[in-house]
């Protein structure tokens, strides 16, 4: 039972009957009156080195990410609607530095530059170690990775809990929505080309409840992952 | 394909005769009854020379009485439905169909033809009856074949099954009781009929069979299951001592 | 031995389905277990399911200690059950052991006692310690729980057999799966299976649940699905979603009946022929290509029954008539356009009332024949209501499609078909799917005797009742349709 991100439907009618031992269930973000940060997040660090490789299955491991913003529901019209709606000046196209700020309905919120020491970006961690909030909230990220060479006839593959949207040197390549969990090259994008030099990666993410993270990569025409590159957040 | 299959039949009996010289030259030699001068009927087919026999390793009833076939009017193969084969086998043809035991050489008279009963052993699980009737120089296609054994067992075997292959249909009588009935113009395969569970007496046990075959080759095996679909072995064949 | 579904598959379009009967109503089931002759499996919320046959269920005792999705495990003369709890608010949980000698509340030995906590989360930890499943390996003895709820990892620890307790309480869970929950390991061939629920619960028809499976060479992983995927990483094979009239199936448990058969137990979020209920289901556990499969439960339907054995169909022992009746020869009085040209427009499936006036109008013996697509190979397999079932399925009635001739077993142990169905024990099929695929069919009862038999093929052209051999072919059938 995914009692995280639904208690308030079923279960709370189910159990309610029938239980004496269960004490109420608030959403994680609601269960410590603490306002301070809480510590690092268990996989993610700053980042130490100027640029950074992808993994050996080619997953991108630094991200900036803006700490979250309040959202509601993860169907497809709703994270459409949310992610188009203006939060912030050049949403689409910024290049946020580590440590910049944009405010949002009288909220300031910080880029975070991240390294994740796994395939994944944990957003849970993320928000929790800041004390922020992990249900109903909707993430920013970007990355900026930067090719030797041209690639053609590649595809962006990512995976994400919960529903996302992509975009790729600007233009929208991947939505996947409803309660999901993110499994590796879940949503995949059609061929693009990635252009020598810098391209950027931006994505927004969606959490109803529970846990929360992504994953990315690029898959050639084989499907296989593409490792040619840094990322340079520079 | 069945129709073409008669002419290749047709066909296949020219080359059968090309194929088993040693049997055309004995009929050749001895005439209409070729047995008194070679023992050898047919490449899988000789006379018994033992008192008894026991089936093979894989249970098979190697030792039979066979009479010379009956000529019977079949328009086509498509014709050998159960009722058909059924009518067809039913009809008298001789005194005693269903119970006689006969002895090597008898004869019997059927719509005026003298017939014989041989007996034979086959070396091979399967009687060739294509093989019998060509050896004897009789008409190998559109035919009705009797054949009898007698099954000796040294104890009372319960829940066993006659399971027997015929090409073309059969029907089989164990004891006197019909127990199976395979129709069509159907090929010989090993355990295609079988039978219900039934019992073979201590002592003996009579099993026949009728074949009714229209163009092509025809043969029959024959053999006991038991519960565990285990072949039955714990017999032997002896026609000589039959209760007649 | 081929493995089909095509049959299942097709006429699941065309049938009606049969869900369990009785009252159904669960969420979270637990691995069904069998105790004194009697079907159990226990819920969320303390709910329980009790059924003599595995068809027909009722509402159970709330067992000793109410908790979310149990699971049970029946080890020596103890039943332990497994069953988590808040403590304090997700994902700060706890499991506790319980323990019985039987889970029959009525029985003078029914007394759960505590066994206390075998697993839990702080909270803070990437684990929400719900969801058990349990799992004593058949190789070596050792017993294991699984546990974790979507946020972060499925984990595994050990327990003490003996006991049904944490071998050792200081060992660090292994994390062995993401994002999932109601996850349970199964084993077969030299895999450990670990079968996991994605998708959302609890939403009725917008309920996302449904089952993923990865695999192993080790009980501790890594669990890999069918493109390599670790389930680490949210890999998982798609087990068994949403289909047919029923939305979000969740939280496998095995059942093995032995004899290669096995079946599952889960639930579906919403079975819109009840509502949108959340209910049990039981259906055939398939194996194909080293992977499960969900298997169907029979269907209401007319079919040709085809052994495995001979590939012979079985019918009325009757003299067939060719579908269009029989061919015109050339040259012959009455005479068409010859053996290939056909009629020339569409020859219509067999009348059977107009086939079927030349067959006995008492019992008819069976056999095995080549399918010819005529009258007396065409089976209907229908329910018979209120006539019990076993687990998944009530007993069918099988009869000559078109007639009330009804397949029987006879008192020798053989097989007959009676002139019409009167609901006799004899004249009830009990019909699973195989492990692969194939069908077994066996009578309610035999007369004269009390061994278990299915219908068997005995050679090429003759069927049978004989002991299920499960290595074998010779009790295996299609289920073509026709």
Redesign the interface.
């Given at each position: 039972m995914k009692a995280l991100s639904v208690f308030p439907t079923l279960l709370i009618a189910l159990i309610a009957a029938v239980m004496v031992n269960f004490a109420a269930v608030p959403e994680p973000s609601g269960r410590s009156p603490e306002n301070a940060a809480r510590g690092p997040a268990p996989t993610l660090t700053r980042p130490a080195t100027p640029v950074k490789d992808p993994d050996g299955e080619g997953f991108i491991r630094r991200w900036l990410i803006l700490e979250p913003i309040g959202a509601n529901g993860l169907t497809q019209s709703v994270v459409q609607a949310a992610v188009r709606r203006e939060y912030f000046p050049k949403q689409f196209t910024i290049i946020p530095r580590d440590g910049e700020k944009v405010q949002i309905e009288g909220s300031d919120l910080t880029w975070h530059a991240v390294d994740t020491s796994l395939h994944n970006i944990n957003l849970y961690h993320f928000a929790y170690a800041l004390s922020k909030p992990t249900s109903n909230v909707l993430f920013w990220a970007v990355t900026v990775i930067d090719c030797s060479r041209e690639l053609k006839d590649v595809r962006l593959a990512i995976g994400s809990n919960a529903a996302s949207v992509w975009w790729v040197n600007g233009k929208e390549v991947i939505g996947i929505y409803g309660d999901r969990q993110s499994v590796i090259d879940d949503g995949v994008s059609k061929r693009l080309t990635l252009k020598k030099g810098p391209n950027v990666v931006r994505c927004a993410v969606v959490n109803g409840g529970g846990a929360t993270d992504f994953c990315a990569r690029f898959l050639d025409k084989d499907d296989a992952p593409v490792k040619s590159f840094t990322v340079n957040l520079g | 394909m069945m129709?073409i299959r008669r002419y290749l039949a047709a066909a296949l009996c020219v080359a059968t005769v090309t194929l088993f010289p040693a049997i055309t030259v004995a009929q050749r030699r001895s005439g209409p009854d070729p047995i008194g001068a070679a023992h050898r009927l047919a490449p899988t087919l000789t006379r018994p020379a033992s008192a008894e026999r026991a089936p093979d390793a894989d249970g098979f009833i190697q030792r039979w009485l066979v009479l010379e076939p009956i000529r019977i009017q079949i328009r086509?193969n498509?014709q050998l439905?159960?009722?058909f084969v059924q009518k067809t086998v039913k009809a008298e043809y001789f005194n005693n169909q269903y119970a006689v035991i006969p002895r090597d050489r008898d004869k019997v008279t059927v719509n005026g033809i003298e017939l014989m009963w041989h007996a034979i052993d086959t070396s091979t699980y399967h009687v060739n009856l294509y093989h019998f009737a060509r050896a004897l120089n009789k008409p190998a296609f559109n035919i009705l074949f009797w054949a009898v054994t007698i099954v000796d067992c040294p104890e009372e075997i319960r829940d066993v099954?006659l399971?027997v292959g015929s090409n073309a249909a059969s029907i089989w009588w164990v004891d006197g009781r019909e127990v199976i009935g395979?129709?069509g113009d159907r090929h010989m395969?090993i355990?295609?009929?079988?039978?219900?569970?039934l019992s073979l007496k201590r002592g003996q046990n009579v099993v026949r069979c009728a074949v009714l075959n229209s163009p092509g080759v025809s043969d029959i095996c024959a053999r006991f299951?038991d519960a565990e679909?285990k072949p039955v072995k714990g017999f032997i064949v002896n026609l000589e001592d039959a209760a007649r | 031995m081929n493995f089909r579904y095509s049959a299942a598959v097709v006429l699941a379009l065309v049938s009606a389905a049969f869900a369990l009967d009785g009252q159904i109503g669960i969420h979270d089931p637990s691995t069904v277990m069998l105790c004194d002759g009697k079907y159990y499996t226990f819920g969320t919320g303390g709910s329980s399911l009790v059924s003599d046959d595995g068809w027909t269920w009722s509402r159970g005792v709330a067992p000793g200690r109410r908790g979310m999705a149990p699971d049970v495990i029946h080890i020596g003369d103890r039943y332990y059950m497994y069953v988590a709890a808040n403590i304090g608010g997700q994902p700060k949980a706890a499991v506790n052991m319980i323990s019985n000698r039987t889970l029959d509340p009525d029985s003078p030995e029914y007394k759960w006692e505590e066994g206390g906590v075998v697993a839990s989360s702080d909270g803070i930890e990437d684990c929400n310690a719900i969801d058990p499943g349990v799992f004593l390996d058949p190789n070596d003895g050792r017993l294991w729980l699984v546990y974790g709820s979507y946020f972060g990892y499925i984990r595994l620890v050990e327990l003490n057999p003996r006991t049904g307790k944490r071998l050792n309480p200081d060992d660090q869970p292994r994390d062995i799966a993401i994002n999932c929950e109601a996850s349970a390991i199964i084993y077969r061939d030299g895999w450990y299976y670990l079968l996991a629920t994605h998708g959302s619960c609890c939403r009725g028809t917008d309920s996302g649940y449904n089952i993923r499976v990865g695999r192993s060479r080790k009980v501790t992983g890594p669990f890999l699905d069918n493109m390599g995927i670790d389930m680490i990483k949210g890999g998982g094979k798609l087990f068994l979603g949403s289909s047919g009239r029923v939305v979000g199936p969740g939280h496998f448990g095995l059942l093995d009946l032995e004899d290669g058969v096995q079946k599952f137990s889960c639930h579906y979020e919403a079975d819109l022929d009840r509502g949108g209920a959340s209910v049990l289901d039981i259906r055939p556990l398939l194996w194909k290509d080293g992977w499960p499969v969900a298997g169907e439960n029979v269907r209401e339907g007319t079919y040709e029954i085809e052994s495995v054995r001979t590939g012979t169909a079985l019918e009325l022992a009757v003299e067939g008539v060719p579908v269009g009746g029989r061919l015109r020869m050339p040259g012959m009085p009455g005479g068409g356009s010859g053996i290939f040209g056909g009629t020339g427009g569409i020859i219509p499936p067999q009348d059977v009332t107009q086939v079927s006036q030349n067959w006995p109008a008492g019992n008819i013996d069976l056999r095995l024949s080549n399918y010819m697509l005529q009258a007396q190979q065409k089976w209907t397999i229908a329910p018979v209501a209120d006539a019990g079932g076993y687990p998944g399925s009530p007993y069918f009635k099988i009869t000559i499609a078109g007639t009330d001739r009804a397949l029987a077993a006879t008192d020798e142990a053989e097989l007959v078909a009676v002139p019409a169905f009167t609901g006799a024990p004899e004249q009830l099929w009990r019909i699973e799917q195989l492990t692969d695929g194939a069908y077994r069919i066996m009578p309610k009862a035999v007369p004269n005797t009390r061994e278990a038999l299915a219908i068997s093929a005995v050679g090429s052209s003759f069927a049978t009742l004989a002991r299920f051999d499960p290595g074998g072919d010779r009790q295996r059938w299609y289920l073509n349709t026709p």
């Amino acid at each position: 039972m995914k009692a995280l991100s639904v208690f308030p439907t079923l279960l709370i009618a189910l159990i309610a009957a029938v239980m004496v031992n269960f004490a109420a269930v608030p959403e994680p973000s609601g269960r410590s009156p603490e306002n301070a940060a809480r510590g690092p997040a268990p996989t993610l660090t700053r980042p130490a080195t100027p640029v950074k490789d992808p993994d050996g299955e080619g997953f991108i491991r630094r991200w900036l990410i803006l700490e979250p913003i309040g959202a509601n529901g993860l169907t497809q019209s709703v994270v459409q609607a949310a992610v188009r709606r203006e939060y912030f000046p050049k949403q689409f196209t910024i290049i946020p530095r580590d440590g910049e700020k944009v405010q949002i309905e009288g909220s300031d919120l910080t880029w975070h530059a991240v390294d994740t020491s796994l395939h994944n970006i944990n957003l849970y961690h993320f928000a929790y170690a800041l004390s922020k909030p992990t249900s109903n909230v909707l993430f920013w990220a970007v990355t900026v990775i930067d090719c030797s060479r041209e690639l053609k006839d590649v595809r962006l593959a990512i995976g994400s809990n919960a529903a996302s949207v992509w975009w790729v040197n600007g233009k929208e390549v991947i939505g996947i929505y409803g309660d999901r969990q993110s499994v590796i090259d879940d949503g995949v994008s059609k061929r693009l080309t990635l252009k020598k030099g810098p391209n950027v990666v931006r994505c927004a993410v969606v959490n109803g409840g529970g846990a929360t993270d992504f994953c990315a990569r690029f898959l050639d025409k084989d499907d296989a992952p593409v490792k040619s590159f840094t990322v340079n957040l520079g | 394909m069945m129709t073409i299959r008669r002419y290749l039949a047709a066909a296949l009996c020219v080359a059968t005769v090309t194929l088993f010289p040693a049997i055309t030259v004995a009929q050749r030699r001895s005439g209409p009854d070729p047995i008194g001068a070679a023992h050898r009927l047919a490449p899988t087919l000789t006379r018994p020379a033992s008192a008894e026999r026991a089936p093979d390793a894989d249970g098979f009833i190697q030792r039979w009485l066979v009479l010379e076939p009956i000529r019977i009017q079949i328009r086509s193969n498509a014709q050998l439905n159960d009722s058909f084969v059924q009518k067809t086998v039913k009809a008298e043809y001789f005194n005693n169909q269903y119970a006689v035991i006969p002895r090597d050489r008898d004869k019997v008279t059927v719509n005026g033809i003298e017939l014989m009963w041989h007996a034979i052993d086959t070396s091979t699980y399967h009687v060739n009856l294509y093989h019998f009737a060509r050896a004897l120089n009789k008409p190998a296609f559109n035919i009705l074949f009797w054949a009898v054994t007698i099954v000796d067992c040294p104890e009372e075997i319960r829940d066993v099954r006659l399971a027997v292959g015929s090409n073309a249909a059969s029907i089989w009588w164990v004891d006197g009781r019909e127990v199976i009935g395979i129709y069509g113009d159907r090929h010989m395969v090993i355990d295609d009929g079988v039978s219900r569970r039934l019992s073979l007496k201590r002592g003996q046990n009579v099993v026949r069979c009728a074949v009714l075959n229209s163009p092509g080759v025809s043969d029959i095996c024959a053999r006991f299951l038991d519960a565990e679909h285990k072949p039955v072995k714990g017999f032997i064949v002896n026609l000589e001592d039959a209760a007649r | 031995m081929n493995f089909r579904y095509s049959a299942a598959v097709v006429l699941a379009l065309v049938s009606a389905a049969f869900a369990l009967d009785g009252q159904i109503g669960i969420h979270d089931p637990s691995t069904v277990m069998l105790c004194d002759g009697k079907y159990y499996t226990f819920g969320t919320g303390g709910s329980s399911l009790v059924s003599d046959d595995g068809w027909t269920w009722s509402r159970g005792v709330a067992p000793g200690r109410r908790g979310m999705a149990p699971d049970v495990i029946h080890i020596g003369d103890r039943y332990y059950m497994y069953v988590a709890a808040n403590i304090g608010g997700q994902p700060k949980a706890a499991v506790n052991m319980i323990s019985n000698r039987t889970l029959d509340p009525d029985s003078p030995e029914y007394k759960w006692e505590e066994g206390g906590v075998v697993a839990s989360s702080d909270g803070i930890e990437d684990c929400n310690a719900i969801d058990p499943g349990v799992f004593l390996d058949p190789n070596d003895g050792r017993l294991w729980l699984v546990y974790g709820s979507y946020f972060g990892y499925i984990r595994l620890v050990e327990l003490n057999p003996r006991t049904g307790k944490r071998l050792n309480p200081d060992d660090q869970p292994r994390d062995i799966a993401i994002n999932c929950e109601a996850s349970a390991i199964i084993y077969r061939d030299g895999w450990y299976y670990l079968l996991a629920t994605h998708g959302s619960c609890c939403r009725g028809t917008d309920s996302g649940y449904n089952i993923r499976v990865g695999r192993s060479r080790k009980v501790t992983g890594p669990f890999l699905d069918n493109m390599g995927i670790d389930m680490i990483k949210g890999g998982g094979k798609l087990f068994l979603g949403s289909s047919g009239r029923v939305v979000g199936p969740g939280h496998f448990g095995l059942l093995d009946l032995e004899d290669g058969v096995q079946k599952f137990s889960c639930h579906y979020e919403a079975d819109l022929d009840r509502g949108g209920a959340s209910v049990l289901d039981i259906r055939p556990l398939l194996w194909k290509d080293g992977w499960p499969v969900a298997g169907e439960n029979v269907r209401e339907g007319t079919y040709e029954i085809e052994s495995v054995r001979t590939g012979t169909a079985l019918e009325l022992a009757v003299e067939g008539v060719p579908v269009g009746g029989r061919l015109r020869m050339p040259g012959m009085p009455g005479g068409g356009s010859g053996i290939f040209g056909g009629t020339g427009g569409i020859i219509p499936p067999q009348d059977v009332t107009q086939v079927s006036q030349n067959w006995p109008a008492g019992n008819i013996d069976l056999r095995l024949s080549n399918y010819m697509l005529q009258a007396q190979q065409k089976w209907t397999i229908a329910p018979v209501a209120d006539a019990g079932g076993y687990p998944g399925s009530p007993y069918f009635k099988i009869t000559i499609a078109g007639t009330d001739r009804a397949l029987a077993a006879t008192d020798e142990a053989e097989l007959v078909a009676v002139p019409a169905f009167t609901g006799a024990p004899e004249q009830l099929w009990r019909i699973e799917q195989l492990t692969d695929g194939a069908y077994r069919i066996m009578p309610k009862a035999v007369p004269n005797t009390r061994e278990a038999l299915a219908i068997s093929a005995v050679g090429s052209s003759f069927a049978t009742l004989a002991r299920f051999d499960p290595g074998g072919d010779r009790q295996r059938w299609y289920l073509n349709t026709p």
